[in-house]
Antibody
Framework: EVQLVESGGGLVQPGRSLRLSCAAS????????MHWVRQAPGKGLEWVSG????????GYADSVKGRFTISRDNAKNSLYLQMNSLRAEDTALYYC??????????????????WGQGTLVTVSS | QSALTQPASVSGSPGQSITISCTGT?????????VSWYQQHPGKAPKLMIY???NRPSGVSNRFSGSKSGNTASLTISGLQAEDEADYYC??????????FGGGTKLTVL
């Protein structure tokens, strides 16, 4: 059974940093691209970032480019999101999601077939 | 990258069919057959319902179908059931090798 378990969320002051983690199990982690998707309270889904199977290709939404860094450790079956210079508008539930392709540059397979339950990030003073 | 455009809400009675539209541009929806649809119940993670415009994952009811014409994709739910009441989001691969979601549509089963 595929499982994605996010952790690392919490309350943080504006301008500070936070690192999210996603532990994956139930599938061959290094065969697939992985993504972070967030959802602000009462709002819709927003794609944040994606990373290819071997970390060779990485993409970011304009809203987080230059502040967030996605990474993965295939030996640990884990995905990460380093979030710096946090803003109030980054407040959201952050989901880890698996895509069906291995490379984010490959459009085919760019859909999210498994999601975690999310970890809540609140940016407030 | 602007969000894809979806109606804020749609409604239908049990047994009826409804269609949710998702409008983008030639740089996303219109340029690729990589549109997907997600169902989200309150307090739950999204669930994949349709991928690559019209394909259903294993286990998803055949009451759900997808299509695309030009820059607009559509999700149709036939034989509406109470359990279909949820938020629905479309998503598309983009020419920037990113992903863009629609704003979401709240489906109410009357």
């Amino acid at each position: 059974e595929v499982q994605l378990v996010e952790s690392g969320g919490g309350l943080v002051q504006p301008g500070r940093s936070l690192r999210l983690s996603c532990a994956a199990s139930g599938f061959t982690f290094d065969d697939y691209a992985m993504h972070w998707v967030r959802q602000a309270p009462g709002k819709g889904l927003e794609w944040v970032s994606g990373i290819s199977w071997n970390s060779g290709s990485i993409g970011y939404a304009d809203s987080v480019k230059g502040r967030f860094t996605i990474s993965r450790d295939n030996a640990k079956n884990s995905l990460y999101l380093q979030m710096n210079s946090l803003r109030a508008e980054d407040t959201a539930l952050y989901y880890c999601a698996k895509s069906e392709n291995y490379d984010i540059l490959t459009g085919q397979g760019t859909y999210f077939d498994y999601w975690g339950q999310g970890t809540l990030v609140t940016v407030s003073s | 990258q602007s969000a894809l455009t979806q109606p804020a809400s749609v409604s239908g009675s049990p047994g009826q069919s409804i269609t949710i539209s998702c409008t983008g541009t030639s740089s996303d929806v219109g340029g690729y057959n990589y549109v997907s649809w997600y169902q989200q119940h309150p307090g739950k993670a999204p669930k994949l319902m349709i991928y690559d415009v019209s394909n259903r994952p294993s286990g998803v009811s055949n009451r759900f179908s997808g299509s695309k014409s030009g820059n607009t994709a559509s999700l149709t739910i036939s034989g509406l059931q109470a359990e279909d009441e949820a938020d629905y989001y479309c998503s598309s691969y983009t020419s920037s090798s990113n992903v863009v979601f629609g704003g979401g549509t709240k489906l109410t089963v009357l």
